[in-house]
C-alpha cells in the first residue's frame, strides 16, 4: 500500500494499514504533518487537554506508523497511473508499484492575496475558526467571505468574542438562508458589505485592517485581534484529474468507506468531499480506508 501524503489522515492510514500486516510506504512531498504542522497550537484532538504543537503531533503520528513497520519518504508524485492492477506513482527520480492506494494530498486555504498575509499566518491570520477562534476570546476578530463556512465561523466566532466583522466582496451572502437569521440576530456582529480587505495592520501581530469599499473605493481601517479567511480551499487533486471524477471544487466524492471509483484507490482527509475538515476527521479517514484497502488485498490474495 502506498499513501500519498504524510497528514493526519495519511499517517493514520500508515498506521493502520502496517498493524494489519501490509507492506506500507508514505510519500510526502514536504514533512510531515501538511496543514497541520503549520498550527502552533492544537487544542481540539483528543487526549491533549493542555493543546499541542502541530508540528509536535505531526511527528507523533509519523513516529507512530513507523514503529508498526511503515516507512516514510520525502519525495513528490509528479505522475501517477492508478487505473490498472498494478498502481505507479513516479516521482523526480523513482516509481513505485503498489497493489492499493491511499490518495492523502489534502487541500490548502485559498488565500487573499494580501501582502504580509504569509508572515502573520499564527499571528493573527487564520483559516480555521473552529482550530484558533479559543485564543481570540473576548476580543474583535474579522471573517472574510460569504458562503456557508464565512457564515458558520462568525456565528461560532460571535458567541466567543466581543465583535465579529463579516467582510463581504457582494451585497448579499452565498451563505444557505438558515445561516441569515441567526447571522442579523446576533448582537456582536457587523456586516461589511461589498468590500474587500486589501491591507494587514501588524506590529508583531495583526492589529487591523484596511477595507475599500469596490463602488467608491473609499477606504477604512478596523481594528481587530484576529482575521479568519473563509474564501475557500483548494484540494490537491489536479494529479488525479481525468482518472477520478472530481466535483465541480475539485474534491475527489468518495463516501464513508473512501473508496473511489478504482479498485484499490481511496480518497481521505481534506481532499475528500465532505462536511468537516478537522484533524480528528482526517484521522478517521484514513483509519476507513486502510481497514477496506486491507479488505481489497485479501479479497485478491
Known sequence: MVVLGGGPAGYTAALYGARAGLSVLLLEKLSPGGQLATTDVIENYPGFS??????????????GAEKFGAKSKLAEVISCSLAGEIKEL????????????????????????????????????????????MFYRGKTVAVVGGGNTAAADALYLSRLCEKVYLIHRRDALRASKSYHGPLEQAGNIEFVWNSQVTALKHEASLTGLIVSEKNTGNEQE?????????????????????????????????????????????????????PLRQVVTAAADGAVAAYFAEEFLSKKS
Open 50 to 63: 493542555e493543546g499541542i504543537n502541530g508540528f509536535e503531533l505531526a511527528m507523533k503520528m509519523k513516529q
Open 90 to 133: 513516479q516521482t523526480k527520480k523513482e516509481t513505485f508499484l503498489a497493489k492499493t492506494v491511499v490518495l492523502a494530498a489534502g487541500a490548502v486555504p485559498r488565500e487573499l492575496g494580501v501582502p504580509g498575509e504569509k508572515e502573520l499566518r499564527g499571528k493573527g491570520v487564520s483559516y480555521c475558526a473552529t482550530c484558533d477562534g
Open 222 to 274: 478596523i481594528s481587530c485581534d484576529g482575521l479568519f479567511i473563509a474564501v475557500g480551499h483548494v484540494p490537491e487533486t489536479a494529479l488525479f484529474q481525468g482518472q477520478l471524477a472530481l466535483d465541480e471544487a475539485g474534491y475527489i466524492p468518495a463516501d464513508e468507506t473512501t473508496r473511489t471509483e478504482l479498485p484499490g484507490v481511496f480518497a481521505v482527509g481534506d481532499l475528500r468531499k465532505k
